[in-house]
């Protein structure tokens, strides 16, 4: 069963917030995506994306957030640090769950709609996995953004053939679910990142020949 502590709920709170500032238009859904992966050194590797649906009567297409600097002609280096925060407060409340579990999870997602806040833990051993980055992150947009055979490309197609075809592991996964934190929150009217807060340095790194996507970025600590 998940525990869930008063630190915990802070870093959910501030999750929100951090999320909440960064749209900068009205919005109706909110869908993310984090992994955070430890491999040898104590190094943290992983990524973050995520896509929210903006406010209107139709649904419209989802807005990939490494898109928003130029859909809203923002300065993205600036912004891109909006997404290194970010992603250390998800690695944050990942270091609050090691205190308390003995194997912890490796990914997460969360949803944001109808005044609710679902986190989604996944336990799947990512670094044995036999999807990699590049292949969970069309399984997960196919699970949580309706995108189906009929609105994705022929290789992407394979892909989703291939994991809802294939035989199906039992992974250990768990939620919670909240009324969303409300608050006056700024978003990017103000933009601004001085003194937002302090937080680790994080280097974007991928392979050169690695198959990635506008709607992901990989993330590790320095060594």
Same mark, same amino acid.
């Given at each position: 069963? +998940? ?12 999750? =929100? ?7 900068? *238009?009205?919005?109706?859904? @909110?869908?993310?995506? #984090? ?8 190094? !943290? ?34 912004? +891109?640090? +909006? @997404? ?16 308390? %579990? ?24 990512? =670094? ?20 189906? +055979?009929?609105?994705?490309?022929? $290789?992407?197609? %394979? ?7 294939? *035989? ?20 990017? @009217?103000?933009? $601004?990142? *001085?003194?937002?807060?302090?937080? =680790?340095? @994080?280097?974007?790194? #991928?392979?050169?020949? #690695?198959?990635?996507?506008?709607? =992901?970025?990989?993330?590790?600590? $320095? !060594?």
């Amino acid at each position: 069963m +998940l525990t869930t502590t008063r630190k915990i709920k802070e870093i959910y709170e501030d999750i =929100q917030r951090k999320i909440f500032y960064m749209i900068p *238009e009205k919005w109706d859904e @909110v869908y993310l995506y #984090a992994s955070v992966i430890e491999r040898f050194g104590n190094v !943290e590797t992983g990524e973050l994306f995520f896509y929210y649906i903006p406010k209107g009567l139709l649904r419209k297409n989802p807005i990939n957030v490494y898109e928003i600097p130029s859909k809203f002609n923002l300065e993205e280096s600036e912004y +891109l640090r +909006l @997404v290194e925060l970010l992603y250390d407060k998800i690695k944050d409340l990942r270091r609050e769950f090691k205190k308390i %579990e003995e194997k912890t999870w490796s990914n997460l997602t969360i949803t944001i709609k109808n005044m609710k806040f679902l986190i989604e833990y996944d336990y799947e051993d990512l =670094q044995n996995s036999e999807f990699d980055s590049y292949q969970r992150h069309i399984i997960w947009r196919s699970k949580y953004l309706n995108m189906g +055979l009929e609105k994705v490309s022929k $290789d992407e197609r %394979e892909i989703l053939k291939r994991y809802y075809t294939g *035989e199906k592991n039992l992974i250990r996964t768990e939620s919670y679910e909240e009324g969303i934190y409300i608050k006056d929150i700024k978003n990017l @009217v103000d933009f $601004d990142t *001085e003194n937002y807060e302090s937080t =680790q340095n @994080v280097e974007y790194v #991928a392979s050169k020949n #690695a198959k990635k996507t506008k709607n =992901q970025i990989l993330m590790s600590d $320095d !060594e």
